[in-house]
């Protein structure tokens, strides 16, 4: 490592008419940010979404009454847990709901395969939000009013308390709730949970050992408690990372038989492949039952005749019959949303938003557009494990990313309003410098740093560090002669703002002297590689909204992550900021105390943003769109804000109007095992 040359920023910061003149790199404050959201929100108390609590009658889609008296199912009242969770008809927009139809989702991933806590994604874009649920849920609190904002909500975890000094946590979990196959769901699969897959090295799950505080260890207490012990004080802050992905139970009485420790014949790759994406229909704790995959084409599935939530009438919930999963692309997502033959996008891509916006402007528009605060950011993460490459020349940029000047370079050689205008005009881009995104609640303008373009800068800064064109082709050559300075940079072949991006970085860093060479990477597999530490630079839309929220993408807080920093055989050093960081991420998750933790969030942005652990490219705001023939759509869901809009918006609250649903598929079917 390098840090003799370290420019002190603060000092150029009092400089900077200087610096500007002489061409010396430097930070400046942000420009003024425009926000575009369009979002009114009324805001409720927390406890009026939903309870759990036992009703004295329960009534069911009526196809499944069918079923129930041919005697393929229990009836209802035996399906259900002793108190469901029962969503209150008051927080509801339009209401209890009529049974039946569709909701048509169409997404640009493609599911990897159902074993999510062996780490396998299901293509996103709401899908492992169907079919996982989790100890607590975090997507409807951007609903609940700040005072009321105490930590997550309840979920598969009905309630929790602490001891006196906050070491020990006991959560009681939801009594009699069954897997869509009927099997009992209890405190074996939370033990299997943990004991087998967080806390197995072997198993790299989404959530993995340390990462839910370091020597945390769980105890079961009966059939419904179990009982986490800490080293250190915690708070509920930290219960925010057992949402979607993280603090989802899978199905342990059909994983068992895969898992090397109860099955002696079996491999840890056989475990990671036992749920492969093709074989369905499994097991699930979610709404519904994938039923169907046809692979790049359409996922289909049924409702869970299990599920474990209801409404104030004791109606068993979802609404909805039957949910589809386009496979296509992200942009065709927003496309046939806004052509009424989707019925929900996240509109991510800012290349869409114009015409988007002009469409659904028309009075029988099938859609309606809200945009929200920038929450998506895009950013170049440059790989920090020096010590894991094998290659010397990949060492030798590793070294060179761990120089703050490089990464000042960077930084100075991007001009931030050209990478956004290369995927769109118009007001929507925000410069970003790395830290949480200017729609984050912990967001703070005073305490984000900024080194605007300044390619003089950045070539001084790479001469500062030895890089000269030794052989005159252009391109900067590595100290003492070595090669052409070449960045390979990953990034997702389906994510067409990406692209764009990519390629305009590539003649901004062109200029000043370094060589970009794209390599695109098939979006299913890039989650793989980049856990794997597989890269050198990588390129990505991100969002680092909540410290809690996949903490492990953003900061080091444990040896798994993040992806551009692991640990390996050979040990890995990190750098005083990230030591930094990490107490300020246990700050964070141990407090109760939002001036404690606003304080910290605020140190966190500085350091991030003047060391620049990642560099940041630009921020936008993304838009929900929603079919409006959908009820039950709360005004103001954010496309992110807890969690994605998928669960924000509680879609197995939605519902559609009789003469509205389309034709199920598979009408009055339910997964077969
Ligand atoms: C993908 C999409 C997001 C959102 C999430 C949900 O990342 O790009 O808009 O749908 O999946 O997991």
């Known amino acids: 490592m390098n840090n003799n040359l370290q420019i002190d920023t603060k000092l150029i910061k009092s400089a ?23 979002i009114e929100i009324s805001l409720i108390g927390r406890n009026d979404l939903y309870t759990h609590q036992g009703l004295n009658r329960y009534a069911e889609a ?5 079923l129930v008296s041919a005697g393929q199912l229990p009836p209802v009242g035996e399906r259900l847990p002793k108190q469901p969770v029962v969503f209150k008809t008051d927080a509801m927009v339009d209401g209890v709901g009529e049974y039946g139809g569709v909701f048509r989702h169409v997404i ?18 709401g899908i492992n939000m169907a079919v996982q649920e989790c100890l607590i849920r975090q997507g409807p609190r951007w609903q609940v009013k700040a005072e009321e904002q105490t930590g997550p909500l309840p979920n598969l975890a009905r309630s929790w308390e602490w001891n006196n000094d906050k070491t020990e946590l006991t959560m009681h979990l939801v009594e009699g709730a069954k897997w869509s196959d009927g099997d009992p769901f209890d405190v074996e699969d939370i033990q299997f949970w943990w004991e087998d897959n967080v806390e197995n090295p072997e198993v790299q799950g989404i959530l993995s050992a340390g990462e839910f505080g370091t020597g945390t260890s769980l105890e079961v207490i009966d059939d419904y408690t179990f009982k986490f012990r800490f080293t250190a004080p915690q708070s509920e802050s930290l219960l925010e990372s057992l949402a979607y992905n993280q603090g989802c139970p899978g199905p342990s009485h059909v994983l068992k038989e895969h898992h090397p420790k109860y099955n002696s014949s079996k491999s840890y790759e056989d475990y990671r492949n036992a749920l492969p994406a093709d074989v369905v229909p499994i097991p699930v704790l979610g709404a519904w039952v994938p039923v169907l995959h046809r692979p790049d084409e359409l996922v289909v599935l049924r409702r869970n005749p299990f599920y474990w939530k209801v409404d104030e009438r004791g109606n068993q919930l979802p609404y909805i019959n039957e949910m589809h999963f386009k496979l296509t692309t992200w942009d065709d997502r927003t496309t046939q949303a806004v052509a009424g033959t989707g019925d929900f996008s996240n509109m991510e891509n800012p290349g869409n938003y114009v015409e988007a916006l002009k469409q659904s402007q028309e009075p029988d ?4 557009v809200k945009f929200g605060s920038r929450n998506l950011v895009w950013r170049i993460e440059l790989n920090f494990a020096a010590k894991l490459a094998e290659d010397p020349v990949d060492r030798q940029l ?19 309003n050209a990478v956004g205008q290369a995927v ?8 970003y410098t790395g830290g949480f995104a200017s729609g984050s609640p912990y967001y703070d303008y005073g305490s984000t740093e900024y080194q605007p373009y300044n390619p003089d800068g950045a070539r001084s800064l790479l001469a500062g560090l030895g890089l000269s064109d030794t052989d005159s082709n252009g391109i900067l050559n590595l100290p003492g002669g070595g090669e052409d300075l070449t960045l390979d940079i990953i990034y997702k072949t389906e994510r067409n703002e990406d692209r764009k991006m990519a390629d305009a970085v590539t003649s901004l860093f062109a200029d ?12 299913k597999n890039f989650g793989d590689i980049r856990n794997r530490g597989d890269f050198n630079v990588l390129l990505q839309r991100s969002n680092f909204v909540l410290p809690t929220y996949r903490t492990c993408e953003h900061l080091p807080i444990s040896d798994s992550c993040p992806g551009f920093h692991l640990s390996g055989a050979g040990g890995r050093d990190l750098l005083p900021f990230e030591t930094e960081l990490a107490s300020l991420n246990e700050t964070i998750v141990s407090t109760d105390d939002p001036r404690v933790s606003t304080r910290a969030a605020q140190q966190m942005q500085k350091i991030l943003t003047e060391n620049l652990y990642v560099v940041g490219l630009v921020q936008a705001p993304a838009a929900l769109l929603v079919n409006k023939r959908i009820r039950n759509v709360h005004p103001g869901t954010p496309v992110f804000m807890y969690d994605w809009a998928e669960d924000g918006i509680i879609r197995e609250r939605l519902w559609i109007p009789r003469e509205q649903q389309i034709t199920e598929l598979l009408p009055n079917t339910i997964a077969q095992y």
């Open 16 to 38: 900077l008419v200087l610096a500007v003149f002489s061409g010396i790199a430097s930070a400046d404050p942000m420009p003024q940010e425009e926000s575009l959201s369009s």
């Open 62 to 66: 009526p196809f499944l009454t069918d």
């Open 108 to 125: 640009g991933g493609r599911p990897q395969g159902w074993h999510f806590l062996a780490g396998q994604h299901q293509g996103w874009g």
């Open 365 to 368: 528009a099938p859609v309606s």
């Open 398 to 416: 590793r070294t060179l990313f761990r120089d703050k000047n490089f990464r000042l370079a960077l930084s100075h050689a991007l001009d931030r």
């Open 424 to 431: 769109a005009r118009g007001p929507f881009f925000y410069p």
């Open 512 to 523: 000043v002297g370094i060589r970009v060479l794209l390599k695109p990477v098939p979006e």
